[in-house]
């Protein structure tokens, strides 16, 4: 069974930074695609950024400039790193992982920014 298990959240001032990090295990094929998500309380889950396995990015533009994705597949883990946070970008990250024709996700991490 594919598990995505998220850690890195917590709480930061505004214009800090925080690394998440996200392992996906239990899967004999590659994983395409690996991402980020998130959600503010409220609102709908929101794309934040993709990466492919071979390298290629996508960030939303509400982060782009800010966010950092990347992966390590040999480890099948994939990171986001966050620096000048703003208080919108509170919300739950969601880890999520395609293979083949499947999307997996993690159970998510909370990540605050407030003074």
């Known amino acids: 069974q594919v598990q995505l298990v998220e850690s890195g959240g917590g709480l930061v001032q505004p214009g800090g930074s925080l690394r998440l990090s996200c392992a996906a295990s239990g899967s004999d094929s590659s994983i395409s695609v690996m991402g980020w998500y998130r959600q503010a309380p409220g609102k709908e889950r929101d794309f934040v950024a993709h990466?492919?396995?071979?390298?290629?990015?996508n960030y939303a533009d509400s982060v782009r400039g800010r966010f950092t994705i990347s992966r390590d597949n040999a480890k099948n883990t994939v990171y986001l790193q966050m620096n000048s946070l703003e208080p919108e970008d509170t919300a739950v990250y969601y880890c999520?992982?395609?293979?083949?024709?499947?999307?997996?996700w993690g159970r998510g991490t909370q990540v605050t920014v407030s003074s």
């Open positions: 990466i492919s396995r071979f390298g290629g990015t």
């Open positions: 999520m992982g395609q293979i083949l024709f499947s999307t997996y």
